[in-house]
Every structure is written in structure tokens, then in C-alpha cells.
């Protein structure tokens, strides 16, 4: 059973700033598109940064220039260093992995947990 498991989440002032991990077991890492994606209470889940099986990377507006997110394939683990943080970027973080079959067209999604992200003073 694929597992994703993130970390590293918790409370932080405005400002701040926190390293998320999202370890990867059953399957292979390195063929995947891993992503961060948040989920505040009453909104819906959305993309945070991608970053492809190649290295390539995209991210939100909101967070471009104060976020990074970056993989490990040797460690199976993708991360996100958040900076500057603000109260807005308070939710809960998903870890997501995604890879898509060229030869088939089938696609493979999984996701984390989740992990709360708290920016407040």
C-alpha cells in the first residue's frame, strides 16, 4: 500500500518559517510529479508547488518567492521550506503524488494526511 506521511508542521509567528517533509514508501519516487496542496476550513484544496520527476518546478502566486519545494528521490521524501510566513497561509498541508502512464493513459494519485500549518501571534 503506497504511504505518504508528512511532517513538520505546527504553530509559528507571522514571519516564521517551517520545513514540511512528506516521506514516500510503495512507490517509485522518482517517476513521480509530488506536490504540496493546503486546505484552510471552508475553502477548497489547492495547489501550493509542484515539482516534477525532472526537477522542474511551479507554484501559487501566493507563495512564489517566499516558498521552495524540492525532492529527495534517494530518501523518497519531497520538501516545502516555508518563509515569511503569514496567517493566511495557516491550513492543512497535503502531500500529493501523481504520475500519469504514457503508454496507457492511466493515471496514479495519492495523497498524505495532511499536516496543520498554524501562523499566528
Known amino acids: 500500500q503506497v504511504r505518504l506521511v508528512e511532517s513538520g508542521g505546527g504553530l509559528v509567528q507571522p514571519g516564521g518559517s517551517l520545513r514540511l517533509s512528506c516521506a514516500a514508501s510503495r512507490i517509485i519516487f522518482s517517476l513521480y510529479t509530488m506536490g504540496w496542496y493546503r486546505q484552510a476550513p471552508g475553502n477548497q484544496r489547492d495547489l501550493v508547488a509542484v515539482?516534477?520527476?525532472?526537477?522542474?518546478?511551479n507554484y501559487a502566486d501566493s507563495v512564489k518567492g517566499r516558498f521552495t519545494i524540492s525532492r529527495d528521490n534517494a530518501k523518497n521524501t519531497v520538501y516545502l521550506q516555508m518563509s515569511s510566513l503569514k496567517p493566511e497561509d495557516t491550513a492543512v498541508y497535503y502531500c500529493?503524488?501523481?504520475?500519469?502512464?504514457?503508454?496507457?493513459?492511466?493515471?496514479?494519485?495519492?495523497w498524505g494526511q495532511g499536516t496543520q500549518v498554524t501562523v499566528s501571534s
Open positions: 500529493n503524488a501523481h504520475l500519469t502512464d504514457v503508454r496507457t493513459g492511466r493515471e496514479y494519485q495519492h
Open positions: 515539482i516534477s520527476s525532472g526537477g522542474s518546478t
